[in-house]
């Protein structure tokens, strides 16, 4: 069996801050990147990635759908999502 493994860089004001793995069968998981990890001075890609005392989360799993809410939020729907991804060639 061969797996069918893409990924998206995920940038936050221009810098790469991790990646969007596509694990195949509609699984997808999200991992900040070191450099991200280690920068105290890191800017918030959003709260939802912060625990209760404000450090940054790294512990997702795979998630059984096409995107973790938070990414699958930020898209249209419809015809311009469909459009936005033919012209990212997605």
């Known amino acids: 069996m ?5 990924f998206l860089t995920v940038k936050l004001h221009g810098k790469p801050i991790g990646t969007l793995t ?5 699984r997808s998981i999200f ?3 070191d450099a991200y990890i280690g920068n ?3 800017e918030t890609l959003g709260l939802s990635f ?7 989360r790294n512990d997702f799993r795979p998630i059984k759908v096409k995107l973790m ?12 999502r469909s459009y936005l991804a033919e012209k990212a060639g997605v």
């Open 2 to 6: 061969m797996l069918d493994v893409s």
């Open 40 to 42: 105290a001075d890191r």
């Open 31 to 33: 991992a900040f990147n």
């Open 50 to 56: 912060k625990d209760q005392y404000g450090e940054l």
């Open 22 to 26: 596509h694990l195949g069968d509609e």
């Open 69 to 80: 809410p938070f990414f699958s939020n930020l898209l249209p729907e419809g015809r311009l």
